[in-house]
């Protein structure tokens, strides 16, 4: 493998008496999809600000495509092989989708043609609607375009599919897997669980400024011991002591959430009848049973104890 | 050239601006609007007539067909009390009494500020 695509090392940044970030390390790999997963509030954007140079670093290192931001001379050239997509971009409406593009296009050395980005994020036949008539997902799309124009080596995106239905995240997908699939490497963030363990090779799940769990999606799930969530709750506010569940067959982790209790299992199909049966001894009746297999989502509340859309 | 940075957003900006369309009214409609209300609320007007007495007496008639002659003078017959009263009010400029050098004066008139006034 070549020299990363991204290094840092306890990277730190406080606004005022909020600390947003506080000592990040991370590595990507060039080729890598990477991904910052946690809630909001947890310093993911300003972690991505960071990276991209928008945002200077109270302390620690930061290394970008082999340069540093804090190198003027290499300033420029850095941002010309990199492609940013912000939390939220603000094109102008009376323009175009031809002419936005047209008008990235023209900050760089090194770009791809109008029509061949169209194109790629599959707007063709919106090339001359003006932006302000474009749907939330378009214009996500077309956000992406002005990203990828200058033929970036490394793309950056923030949130890029918060907000969207299905399909548009799913065409936003795509295009994430064409850029990777040409050599691009990816970071991106996101708080939904399902697309990082779609798109991202390994992912760093951050809380509060930190990173709490790195790895692949896979062997962050595999750090549950066990590969199935069972989630139930309880009729009429009967009481069983968390132990009994413990010690039920295949359980490995028992988390009370709210009214709800969740076990961590190896083998449903041992689980839940054992479930059944002690409910049945115990006097007591369920109301709710689900079960599916065990998500980042399930990591996340496991660390922290929280979930994490409304962490 | 036409994809050089300066000249792409020079564009922009041209663009937004002349889709909108009020942009565009306030710029260009509205100053030569605002021209033209101000102008006719302020125009300059011509001298108005000024109103000239001419106080009874022999040939008072003769004396004010010569003042109607110009355009400029408004003439009335006032008595000499009347006339005097006018004069003090300001509503005439000049009370002119019939004397017998009348028949020496020209027709139109000539000298002083009257003639020198210019024509509207």
């Known amino acids: 493998m070549s020299t990363p695509a991204v290094v840092c090392r306890g990277l730190r940044k406080r606004y005022d008496d909020v600390v947003a970030v506080a000592g990040l390390d991370l590595e990507v790999a060039n080729g890598e999809c990477f991904g910052l997963l946690g809630p909001n509030g947890a310093g993911k954007t300003t972690t991505i600000e960071m990276l991209e140079g928008l945002t200077p670093p109270d302390g620690g290192e930061l290394v970008v495509l082999g340069r540093r931001w804090d190198d003027r ?30 008008l990235f296009r023209s900050f760089y050395r090194r770009s791809h043609t ?10 063709e036949d919106k090339a001359h609607a003006w932006v302000g008539k474009l749907s939330g997902g378009q214009k996500q799309r077309l956000s992406v375009a002005c990203a990828l124009i200058g ?3 490394l793309l950056f995106l923030d949130e890029p599919t918060t ?3 299905p399909q548009s995240r799913r065409q936003l997908w795509d295009i994430v897997a064409d850029f990777r699939h040409a050599g691009g490497t990816v970071v991106l963030t996101t708080h939904y ?26 062997e962050l799930i595999a750090s549950l011991g066990a590969e199935h969530v069972v989630e ?5 506010h009967a009481r069983v002591p968390e132990g009994e569940f413990a010690a039920l067959p295949g359980v490995r982790a028992v988390r009370p959430m709210g009214d709800r209790i969740a076990l961590t299992v190896e083998r449903v199909h041992e689980a839940v009848p054992a479930l059944l049966a002690l409910m049945a001894k115990s006097n007591a009746e369920l109301s709710d049973l689900e079960t599916h297999h065990a998500t ?8 922290t104890g929280r979930q994490l859309r409304d962490a | 050239m036409r994809d050089h940075p300066l000249v792409q957003l020079t564009l922009t900006r041209l663009r937004e601006f002349y889709r909108e369309p009020e942009a565009v009214f306030w710029v260009f409609g509205f100053p030569i609007v605002l021209a033209f209300g101000l102008g006719i609320a302020f125009r300059n007007r011509g001298p108005s007539e000024l109103p000239v007495a001419v106080q009874r007496g022999a040939g008072d008639t003769a004396l004010a067909t010569i003042i109607k002659r110009s355009p400029q003078l408004g003439v009335q017959l006032l008595d000499s009390n009347d006339a005097r009263a006018a004069l003090r009010a300001g509503r005439v400029a000049l009370v002119v009494t019939p004397a017998d050098p009348i028949a020496t004066i020209p027709p139109a008139p000539r000298a002083g500020w009257l003639a020198s006034r210019p024509t509207p």
């Open chain 1, 193 to 218: 669980m399902e697309e990082a363990e779609r798109l991202c090779e390994r992912v760093a799940i951050m809380d509060r400024g930190r990173v709490i769990a790195l790895g692949s999606p896979r």
């Open chain 1, 232 to 236: 139930f709750a309880l009729a009429d």
């Open chain 1, 296 to 303: 980042l989502e399930d990591v996340f509340v496991a660390l």
């Open chain 1, 151 to 153: 033929r970036p080596e």
């Open chain 1, 73 to 102: 001379r290499a300033r420029r050239a850095l941002q010309e092989r990199l492609g940013i997509q912000l939390q939220d971009t603000q094109l102008s409406e009376k323009l175009t989708v031809a002419e936005t593009l047209r």
């Open chain 1, 114 to 123: 109008v029509e061949e980005t169209l194109r790629r994020v599959a707007l």
């Open chain 1, 163 to 165: 907000g969207l239905d």
